[in-house]
């Protein structure tokens, strides 16, 4: 399965894909490092994404910003 991430500065739209169909969708706020530290993104994907992806095997995150 991979993880796609399209990523901006307000919102990060991730989809979980397995052979061509979405799995799973969920919406975190922007990761733009400009505007948020390093822990607080961590902090926020650990509390809001990954509890969503968890149970899946990714095999690869694909992350376009």
């Keep these: 399965m991979i993880l796609l991430a399209d990523g901006g500065s307000t919102s990060v739209e991730w989809c979980l ?3 061509g169909t979405r799995v799973i969708q969920v ?3 922007g990761a733009n490092p400009f ?3 390093r822990e607080d993104i961590g902090e926020e994907l650990a509390r809001d ?3 969503s992806v968890d149970r ?3 095999d690869s995150v ?3 910003g």
């Design 17 to 19: 894909i397995d052979k």
């Design 27 to 29: 919406f975190t706020k």
């Design 35 to 37: 505007f948020r530290t």
């Design 49 to 51: 994404l990954k509890p």
């Design 56 to 58: 899946y095997k990714v």
């Design 62 to 64: 694909l992350f376009f």
